[in-house]
DNA sequence: ATGGCGCGTCAAACGCGA
């Protein structure tokens, strides 16, 4: 089973390059973060037309999220536990059926954060937290899950072609940093990580300054399995051609293949 | 070395992203 997670800033500005993409990597599941959608504005049609199940948080104008599933919705779920007074669309789960049982697939956009030292860096530190409070339940389940989408931080120095240049934003904060390992503690595994330990890894390159030219990449959109999606990892990989495309997406699909 | 964009909301700039 192929699963992919994909910013694609804005569903509206990029559903021929989604579609494309779709028609050509064929992923079961793809979930999709910034469609900057309200849910009855969602393009659902050419999906469904190409076999998809579709379920949609969506918010008018920022955020939104979307798990697209050739396999049928059990269950969907599109609030993230921890704070009801969080109105941003960023978090959607569903529960699919699989020979082997149940997954669930999780389709999150983390906050950006940025300026640090305002309250939009501690409403993400809190929403990391709350995310990590989340693992930790589903960890319970013993079943296989995946948290995919656009975590907004960069892991590690090898993450960004230039670290130097991040040194003072949200996304590669000691504080961000430290609050995504800490979900990987809880026993999550980096898939794209474990399966290419080599650096020079991106998923995220700027429209300015022809950052895609130079690579000047960072890695932020992330994969993390629970220990019984990891048993039957295969392999994981980076789409990094579609931002060589007309009209890009500043981010780039991500996949992992499990054999289940 | 520096500066460089794009989307959605609206109908001109502006908020926001990373």
């Not at 809190?126 to 079943?143: F, V």
């Not at 007309?246 to 289940?260: Q, R, T």
């Amino acid at each position: 089973m192929k699963v992919t997670t994909w910013n694609i800033n804005g569903v509206k500005a990029r559903i021929d390059s989604a579609l494309t993409y779709l028609r050509q990597e064929l992923p079961d599941v793809i979930c999709l973060q910034e469609i900057k959608s309200v849910d009855e504005g969602f393009p659902a049609g050419p999906f469904e037309e190409l076999g998809y199940n579709v379920a949609v948080h969506g918010q008018k104008g920022f955020n939104g999220v979307a798990i697209l599933s050739k396999l049928a919705f059990d269950d969907v779920a599109s609030r993230l536990p921890g704070d009801e007074t969080d109105e941003q669309a960023r978090y959607i789960e569903a529960t699919l059926s699989v020979p082997s049982g149940a997954v669930k697939i999780a389709s999150l956009y983390l906050p950006n954060g940025n300026p640090i030292g305002t309250e939009k860096f501690s409403y993400k530190l809190a929403w990391i937290k709350r995310l990590q409070e989340h693992a930790r339940d589903l960890l319970k389940e013993e079943m296989p899950f995946i948290l995919a989408g656009d975590y907004n931080v960069i892991p590690l120095p090898e993450d960004a072609k230039q670290p130097k240049a991040w040194t003072d934003d949200a996304l590669f904060q000691p504080e961000s940093r430290a609050a995504f390992r800490q979900i990987v503690n809880e026993g999550l595994t980096d898939a794209v990580r474990l399966c290419h330990p080599e650096p020079g890894l991106y998923t995220f390159w700027d429209y300015q300054a022809g950052a895609f030219q130079k690579d000047n990449g960072i890695r932020i959109d992330h994969l993390l399995l629970s220990p019984q999606a990891a048993d039957r990892l295969v392999a994981a990989g980076v789409d990094s051609f579609t931002r060589a495309w007309e009209k890009p997406s500043d981010h780039v699909p991500v996949w992992v293949d499990l054999d289940i």
